[in-house]
């Protein structure tokens, strides 16, 4: 009985007894057996189950800054007289630089990596941070620039070496404040 009713399940006609396995109109192994395809179903070895796909609902999250701020890059494009300051904050060091992105140039470039900046004996990274603020507007006046077309922070918030960094660069005038 319980094999009737296995087979009823199964949408199998019931067995007369087990010898008869060699002339069965279907394969032994339940995994080899044709599962109807639906749209929604996935076939696995024990049966078919629904599929599962998460959708996300536009601007459901917030969006990541890192890819806003690519997004902004098309838009925000510098030239030689009016460059794009860009900063780049890792955990231990900061980079700046003013890029020409017409002629695809870098115009400034500095970090708290370098020896000039960090001073003989080696002073902290966010006064280091500081420096290369300073060492930027200098540059910008031999370069005979006034202005910068956007300040590119490439999503970083301001922790406290951005924020000396910025200290020298808004007092130039390049940072509303």
Avoid: W
Wanted: aromatic share 6%; proline share 7%.
């Amino acid at each position: 009985m319980a094999t009737a009713l296995l087979h009823a399940t199964l949408g199998r006609p019931p067995l007369s007894s087990p010898s008869t396995s060699s002339s069965l109109p279907f394969r032994r192994h339940r995994f080899e057996v044709p599962l109807p395809r639906h749209p929604g179903l996935v076939a696995h070895r024990r049966g078919a189950c629904p599929r599962i796909e998460a959708m996300a609902r536009h601007g459901a999250r917030k969006e990541n800054a890192k890819v806003r701020n690519r997004r902004l890059q098309k838009k925000y494009n510098g030239t030689t007289t009016k460059p794009r300051l860009s900063v780049f904050c890792s955990n231990r060091q900061l980079y700046a630089m003013l890029v020409d992105d017409h002629g695809k140039k870098i115009l400034f470039y500095a970090s708290t990596l370098q020896e000039e900046i960090r001073g003989d004996p080696p002073c902290s990274t966010v006064e280091a941070a500081r420096r290369v603020g300073e060492e930027l507007v200098k540059a910008c006046i031999e370069l005979d620039i006034s202005e910068v077309s956007c300040y590119d922070r490439n999503g970083f918030a301001r922790g406290e070496k951005m924020m000396a960094f910025e200290d020298p660069v808004a007092q130039h005038g390049f940072l509303p404040r």
